[in-house]
């Protein structure tokens, strides 16, 4: 598009004409966000497939080859965490029975208090993992059996367990079904992004992550999108990428996009740059708070500033885990086989409580919810109970040892080399893996020269809570100008920004985080224009649009052939004008 046209077009006629064929794909390591540019909102898939194993012993979930119970020193650190939290919130400590009526309940409404979310009392159904076809054909012939007369009792019984063997499992089942498979069935989970990196062990090799990558996405494409595998050379797919992939795992991932999948071209851009873009603005500090992993970077007049990027080993799925430890140990869980490792359902479950009860508040805050138990291929049971403490689970992201990281810890990094190093620069290294599902695209190459923030890797991750994270983040840009800009413009994005009560908490924390000889006194958290799990979405549909045909863009063919040097530099030359059109964008 020509720059004089940029500027004359309404902005819903350029995302209109260029968007209907632009695909914005957000990788999580709990979700994916992919949907068209023109959309106003992303598909929200679990990132997961479960195939179909004969495999004997067999593994409910692939990655898990893990020892799941916490050490004696995890325990007791979780435990003084939770009493430091309850003093901060003023209730009982995790020990001490709070006195009967010594002060007034607050119950929550069954159908739960967050005006974010639906009713979700519902509980989730097993997945069906026969083939339709083969389910359908099946009750055809059941229905004509019902009509017809049978002379030998025998011969009909042994004629519906023909029927019954003759089912045809599904060959794998992606998304939210594929969490809800019983595990009585013969499927085995695969996730193939864990912690903010691919999901590679000794058990899970790269050559099955990327394969598993590549069936989810291309499921979705067609299934969700309609977008047929022979006319994907007429789309461009634009990659948000967290800051937690290194250079080797960013590389796959466009391999992945253009030969695997076969788009016309494909470009990159950073998750916490594109979340700046996804609200309108030029400068924040953007606190991402994924499933698993929380990540932080500072932008600065639309860039990014490498430096500043921090990581913390945990998410919204770690304040679930914990709203489950605190209920376990107050005793207010029912008597049921809740177990998040071999039954992906159950935290679905946690996940669905944590979203609709927790929130952060002072004093007692309880509510009557109701908790479903799911045994093998049975019925869902539901048990109506009291949760307790349900404003301490969140507080765990500033009191990071009350979330232990006792389930799926990321793998050491000796199994790395066993699999290629993915820590090793691409342009450091020959590309040559004999795989035939991607061919060789030549090695080399300085491929990221545009990309400082990924050549840099600043992967280090942080044993500190989230408010120590933030200031340390900005001030390490070392300017004061820019950290007076950047604590007045802190944006939250992912599902746990929507938690009750967190920006509060979050702006009183950091203020006192921040060291006394710094001259910083204010703190505050700017809202979001949007769902912010779908902000870094929505801001690469709008860099993806605006920045079509320029240099950062990859053609298939040239990938294929011999890679591709991006340019010089050239990316965010025109980031003011872009970040005025952004703005245009979300104010039509």
């Known amino acids: 598009m020509s720059q004089d046209y940029l500027k004359t077009a309404l902005p819903s006629q350029i995302m209109s004409e260029r968007g209907s064929n632009l695909v914005v794909i957000n990788p999580g390591s709990a979700n994916v966000r992919i949907g068209l540019a023109s959309q106003d909102t992303p598909f929200n898939i679990p990132h997961c497939i479960a195939r179909h194993t004969k ?16 050490t004696t020193a995890q325990h007791m650190e979780r435990e ?24 007034p309940r607050k119950m929550g409404r069954v ?108 499921w979705i494409l067609v299934e969700k999108l309609h977008i047929p595998r022979n006319e994907r050379n007429m789309y461009s797919a634009v990659l948000v990428l967290p800051e937690t992939f290194d250079n080797r795992e960013i590389k796959e991932m466009l391999s992945l996009v253009l030969q695997g999948l076969c788009f016309g071209s494909a470009v990159v851009h950073q998750e916490g740059l594109a979340a700046v873009f996804g609200n309108g603005l030029s400068t924040a500090c953007v606190v991402n708070i994924g499933a698993q992993v929380t990540s932080l970077i500072c932008i600065e007049d639309g860039g990014a500033l490498p430096t500043t990027v921090k990581t913390l080993p945990f998410g919204g799925e770690d304040i679930s885990r914990c709203l489950l430890w605190t209920q376990r140990h107050h005793q207010t869980w029912p008597q049921i086989r809740t177990d998040i490792l071999t039954k992906p359902i159950d935290l679905l479950m946690l996940n669905q409580l944590k979203e609709t009860y927790c929130e952060i508040k002072e004093g007692e805050h309880e509510a009557v919810a109701v908790v479903h138990s799911y045994e093998d291929r049975a019925p869902a049971g539901s048990h109506k109970t009291r949760l307790t403490a349900l404003n301490v689970p969140p507080m765990g992201l500033f009191y990071p040892t009350l979330l232990v990281p006792d389930v799926y810890p990321p793998p050491p990094r000796t199994w790395f080399n066993d699999y290629e190093d993915m820590l090793e620069e691409p342009w450091h290294m020959e590309y040559t893996r004999p795989d035939t599902f991607y061919p060789n695209v030549g090695g080399g190459i300085p491929m990221w020269e545009s990309y400082p923030i990924f050549a840099s890797k600043p992967k280090r991750e942080e044993k500190v809570g989230l408010a120590e994270a933030i200031s340390n983040c900005i001030l390490s840009t070392g300017r004061i100008d820019i950290q007076r800009k950047l604590f007045c413009s802190i944006q939250l994005t992912g599902g746990v920004a929507l938690t009750n009560g967190l ?9 006192h985080a921040i060291p006394p000889n710094e001259a910083i006194d204010t703190v505050e958290v700017l809202q979001s224009r949007m769902n912010p799990t779908f902000v870094p979405w929505k801001g690469g549909a709008i860099l993806g649009v605006l920045d079509l045909g320029r240099d950062a863009w990859i053609n298939r063919e040239d990938w294929i052939q011999n890679g591709i040097h991006v340019g010089s530099n050239r990316k965010y030359k025109d980031s003011y004008y872009i970040q005025a059109q952004a703005m245009c964008y979300l104010n039509s």
């Open 55 to 70: 495999q004997v012993p067999r593994r409910n979930v692939q990655d898990q080859m893990l020892n799941s119970q916490i």
């Open 80 to 103: 003084k965490a939770y009493d430091v939290i309850a003093s901060i919130l003023k209730i009982p400590f995790l020990d001490e029975e709070a006195p009967s009526n010594a002060f």
């Open 111 to 218: 159908d739960g208090h967050n005006p974010h979310i639906i009713r979700k009392d519902l509980p989730f159904s097993w997945t069906n993992v026969y083939e339709v076809a083969s389910m359908s054909s099946a009750l055809e012939t059941s229905s004509k059996d019902v009509t017809s007369e049978s002379l030998d009792p025998k011969e009909d019984t042994d004629s519906k367990e023909l029927r019954l063997n003759e089912r045809k499992f599904r060959e794998f089942i992606c998304g939210e079904e594929a969490l809800r498979i019983s595990p009585a069935e013969p499927y085995c989970l695969n996730r193939p992004i864990r912690r903010g990196h691919l999901n590679i062990s000794q058990h899970y090799s790269m050559q099955q992550v990327l394969e598993d990558l590549h069936t989810i996405w291309d």
């Open 503 to 511: 920006v509060s908490a979050l702006e009183e924390r950091v203020l």
